[in-house]
């Protein structure tokens, strides 16, 4: 099972969007709505901010938002903020019973 | 508030076995899925595998033949355990609660495999 495809980085200005895809095939991303994006900072656990494509937990901001189209799920972060944005995200996905679960290759945010 | 806490050695010689404890606090393990995820340094998230209360298992295909893990429900912990280690399984090993949806996870235990 191969991990699902980012982008290696992704930048904006604080207040701008940015937008990490995450591609896979039918039998991970496109064959289910078990998506979830994590986020982490240097030297820290992941943090979940988005599950079933487009859920958020409690507690995180409405400015982090998820969707779907195809293979590709997508992760938005809308009005960029310079020290908690900055981060590594990396999506995942449910991709079978035989292999229940694989992540993405992670993307670095950088606020410039 | 639901807490993970990894614990074992954090050096391995190669070609021994690699063991991880991961106890919870502030919540029972029972009725979860629990998994376990490794990260080299300055590389991506590894999922390894995951298990259930009623000690269920399922691995990463890519690691199967040398994982296993289990659980203590009396004790609120669930195991990692690793053969025949190399080098490449050199990671900060983390534990987490779920499956699809991992929403709390442990602060990360870094094991290096030494020759």
């Known amino acids: 099972q191969s991990a699902l495809t980012q982008p290696p980085s992704a930048s904006g200005s604080p207040g701008q969007s940015v937008t990490i895809s995450c591609t896979g095939t039918s039998s991970d991303v496109g064959g289910y709505g078990y998506v979830s994006w994590y986020q982490q900072h240097p030297g820290k656990a992941p943090k979940l901010m988005i599950y079933e494509v487009s859920k958020r937990p409690s507690g995180v901001p409405d400015r982090f938002s998820g969707s779907k189209s195809g293979n590709t799920a997508s992760l938005t972060v809308s009005g960029l903020q310079q020290a908690d944005d900055e981060a590594d995200y990396y999506c995942g996905s449910y991709a079978g019973s035989n292999n229940p679960y694989v992540f993405g290759t992670g993307t670095k945010v950088t606020v410039l | 508030q639901v807490q993970l806490q990894e614990s074992g050695p954090g050096l391995v010689k190669s070609s021994e076995t690699l063991s991880l404890i991961c106890t919870v606090s502030?919540?029972?393990?029972?009725?979860?899925?629990w998994s376990w995820i490794r990260q080299p340094a300055g590389k991506g998230l590894e999922w390894i595998g995951r298990?259930?209360?009623?000690?269920?298992?399922n691995y990463n295909p890519s690691l199967k033949s040398r994982v296993t893990m289990s659980v203590d429900t009396s004790k609120n912990q669930f195991s990692l355990r690793l053969t025949s280690v190399t080098a490449a399984d050199t990671a900060v090993y983390y534990c987490?609660?779920?499956?699809?949806?991992?929403?709390?996870w442990g602060q990360g235990t870094t094991v290096t495999v030494s020759s």
């Open positions: 987490a609660r779920g499956v699809y949806v991992m929403d709390f």
């Open positions: 298990i259930y209360t009623s000690g269920s298992t």
């Open positions: 502030g919540g029972s393990i029972r009725n979860y899925y």
